[in-house]
């Protein structure tokens, strides 16, 4: 009988939040499948957003993944050294505020209807999802995604958009391994797995993303 879990799930701001979702990235992409541990860390963990998986019955860390506001920079991205994970984490020193004025920030308007009242922007990339294997297949996944969508809208509905714009869409994307594909896929977003390891699938718009006049 498999063991019932309770999920929660936060921001990490804290040097200790941070560093616990770096180690298990470096525990489940490095030691588990074998990348290559000079290019997991990288420039896009000083400005994304972290976010944990936490088991209610001990308060441990079990899962995490990252928010990265779109469009990318075109210049790829500085890789760090492992050892950066427990020393100066990336990212460290933010507030949830800064992290969300990053994120907003990065944002570009990608359509905006011609009557005013509604836009569309740029959105996100979700990325660098891991749990720990002892917490597989019992709905941590699902639950940190949903936190996910919660967390983005909340701080995209600070972006500073055309007065009168009422309702805004924006677009997300999830970057992961073609083995989990259907973990990710909706039913909308069918689609052939490319050869390459990783693929990018759009998951569509958070239609529930309202702004409010400003």
Not at 181 to 203: C, E, G, H, T
Request: without cysteine; hydrophobic residues 35%.
């Amino acid at each position: 009988m498999s063991q019932k879990h309770n999920f929660s799930w936060r921001l990490a701001t804290s040097d200790e939040d941070l560093k616990a979702a770096y180690n298990l990235r470096h525990e489940v992409f490095i030691k588990e499948q074998g990348y290559d541990a000079d290019r997991e860390l990288d420039s896009f963990d000083d400005t994304a957003a972290q976010l944990i998986l936490i088991d209610d019955a001990d308060n441990s860390i079990q899962g995490t993944l990252r928010v990265l506001s779109l469009p990318l920079d075109d210049k790829a991205p500085l890789f760090y050294d492992p050892s950066r994970k427990d020393n100066s984490p990336p990212g460290a020193g933010r507030t949830e505020e800064k992290i969300i004025e990053d994120l907003v920030n990065a944002q570009q308007l990608v359509e905006q209807s011609a009557d005013g009242p509604s836009a569309l922007l740029s959105g996100v990339k979700l990325g660098r999802i891991a749990l720990h294997t002892t917490h597989r297949g019992h709905g941590g996944g699902r639950h940190l995604l949903d936190g996910a969508e919660k967390w983005i809208i909340k701080a995209l509905d600070q972006t500073p958009v055309t007065k009168g714009t009422k309702e805004v869409d924006a677009e997300i994307v999830i970057s992961a391994q073609v083995s989990a594909r259907k973990f990710y896929d909706r039913p909308a977003d069918a689609m052939n797995p490319p050869a390459s390891m990783f693929y990018v699938v759009p998951v569509g718009k958070l239609e529930s993303l309202i702004i409010h006049n400003k």
